[in-house]
């Protein structure tokens, strides 16, 4: 049978780079890099915050989670009231212990700053 079209040239500058990419893949394979580990965690801490940073954000969600748990006190009646006012107590304890770390921090970073004398 006759062909309408000629075969096309090969390009053998081409077909060398492709071969050679295809046995790089399979023979030569890069460097593995280091995975980070994984982990199964939704959320995580970004690297380099300070403390006192750490235990403001704390702070704050401990005062917003105490907020939502006297909202349900009040939302509830009975055995699910008293637990919800449980929490809350819980949380309000745990809040004061958060910013007393969070001053604590405040008082030492003060202390640890250089002092500036004008001459």
């Not at 995975?35 to 300070?50: S, Y």
């Not at 704390?58 to 006012?85: I, K, P």
Request: aromatic residues 4%; hydrophobic residues 40%.
């Amino acid at each position: 049978m006759i062909k309408h079209s000629p075969n096309p040239p090969l390009d053998s500058t081409s077909l060398q780079a492709v071969a050679q990419r295809a046995i790089d893949y399979y023979l030569n394979p890069p460097a593995e890099t280091k995975r980070p580990t994984e982990n199964h965690r939704l959320f995580t801490v970004r690297e380099g915050l300070n403390a006192e940073v750490l235990l403001i954000n704390a702070s704050e969600d401990l005062a917003s989670a105490q907020v939502l748990a006297t909202h349900l006190a009040f939302e509830v009646d009975g055995t699910a009231r008293r637990v919800a006012l449980g929490i809350c107590r819980m949380l309000e304890g745990v809040e004061l212990l958060v910013n007393s770390a969070v001053v604590q921090c405040g008082t030492e970073q003060e202390r640890t700053r250089p002092t500036h004398h004008p001459d």
